[in-house]
């Protein structure tokens, strides 16, 4: 069917270009010429072992870090962040464990922290709690997370529940590209499952996902598209439907490892899913 241009462009157009990204840290090159993109609601698990780069890239498309060289397009434009909070307006958001969630107050709290809802008694603006309360109620509901109750603090969460909310609050303040660092790195195989469930109903929604994993199963399970960074280049970027464990493990060490608990116990890596 017949398409105009400019739709085309929109649709095909991908959420993040990243074009010969380079950074060196003094004598260290820790990334060259790195390109890959993303696309709208499209998974995608950065892959490498330890010291190959991923960090470092996601702390640069994160406003964390600025690049030596190369460009970062993000929604059809070229963009240099020069912090969190600039990547972060711009719709994009690292989600860790634990660490960006205020743990004395309760969820509703962390759920609208800074973009809080006023209303005006007797033409004073005060908090309009119930509203924030039911919004936030929704918002997790909708998502399919449960939380036992919005109104304990956040320290008597679990981990899983605080990603949770993370994402849940960065997809209901209308954010276009999430990062996960390591995510599931201390959670249980149960958190770890609905984790991973939840990345799927967050791309669903026309999110882009980087997530960086060292736990193979992990990458297979949600991920799209596998990129692997090998010494700071990009060493693969596959379809994880045309791909196996056996060539991501030969595409991660540059080496032909008979299999992936050889390839575990080398890097002493955890077995489980
Ligand atoms: N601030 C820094 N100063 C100097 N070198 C750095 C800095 N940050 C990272 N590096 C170096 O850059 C390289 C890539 O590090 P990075 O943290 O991105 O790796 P990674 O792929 O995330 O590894 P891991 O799987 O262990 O988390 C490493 O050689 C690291 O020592
Ligand atoms: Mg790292």
């Known amino acids: 069917?017949?398409?105009?241009?400019?739709?085309?462009?929109m649709t095909t157009q991908p959420l993040l270009l990243l074009e010969n990204i380079r950074k060196s840290f003094g004598a260290i090159e820790a990334l060259r010429d790195v390109s890959f993109s993303v696309g709208r609601g499209e998974v995608v698990a950065l892959l490498g072992d330890n010291g190959a780069g991923k960090s470092t890239l996601v702390k640069m498309i994160s406003g964390g870090l600025e690049p030596s060289g190369g460009r970062i397009l993000f929604d059809g434009e070229e963009r240099t962040f020069r912090s969190p909070l600039e990547a972060k307006n711009a719709g994009i958001e690292t989600v860790y464990q634990d660490l960006s969630l205020c743990t004395n107050v309760d969820v509703v709290a962390n759920f609208f922290m800074g973009r809080e809802i006023t209303k005006k008694v007797f033409g004073i603006p005060v908090l309009d709690e119930k509203t924030m309360a039911e919004r936030t109620a929704k918002a997790i509901s909708d998502a399919g997370t449960r939380i036992p109750s919005l109104k304990v603090n956040v320290e008597h969460l679990s981990g899983g529940q605080r990603q949770a909310i993370e994402l849940n609050r960065f997809v209901y303040f209308g954010g276009k590209l999430v990062l996960l660092d390591e995510p599931?790195?201390?959670?249980?195989?149960?958190?770890?499952?609905?984790?991973?469930?939840?990345?799927?109903?967050?791309?669903?929604?026309?999110?882009?996902?980087?997530?960086?994993?060292?736990?193979?199963?992990?990458?297979?399970?949600?991920?799209?598209?596998i990129v692997v960074l090998r010494q700071g280049t990009v060493a693969g970027d596959v379809a994880t439907s045309k791909t196996n464990l056996d060539d991501v493990i030969q595409m991660i060490t540059g080496e032909n490892i008979a299999n992936l608990s050889a390839y575990q116990r080398k890097e002493g890596l955890p077995r489980t899913v």
Do not use: C, K, N, W
Request: neutral net charge.
């Open 1 to 9: 069917m017949f398409q105009p241009a400019t739709e085309l462009m």
């Open 184 to 225: 599931f790195a201390a959670l249980g195989v149960e958190q770890t499952r609905r984790g991973l469930e939840m990345i799927r109903r967050v791309s669903d929604q026309g999110i882009g996902v980087i997530i960086i994993t060292h736990i193979m199963q992990q990458a297979f399970m949600v991920a799209d598209r």
